[in-house]
C-alpha cells in the first residue's frame, strides 16, 4: 500500500500514510475544503413523495 499523499510506502503508526507529515497534509485538504463530497441539488425530503391527505373521523 502507498501513501495517498506521496506514493511512499506506508508505515505502520500513519497507515495509511508514511509519515505524520503527509497525514496532517490530507487532515488539513480536509479541513479547508479542498476535499469535497458531491451532492444532489434536491434533499432526500425534496424526493420523497408527499404522504396521502386524510380526513378526519
Not at 500500500?1 to 480536509?30: I, N, Y
Request: proline letters at 14%; aromatic letters at 8%; a negative charge.
Amino acid at each position: 500500500m502507498s501513501c495517498p499523499v506521496c506514493s511512499k510506502p506506508t508505515a505502520q503508526d500513519w497507515r495509511p500514510f508514511c509519515s505524520h507529515r503527509c497525514a496532517d497534509l490530507d487532515l488539513g485538504k480536509w479541513m479547508t475544503g479542498a476535499y469535497v463530497l458531491p451532492a444532489n441539488d434536491e434533499t432526500e425530503e425534496d424526493s420523497l413523495p408527499e404522504p396521502p391527505i386524510t380526513k378526519p373521523h
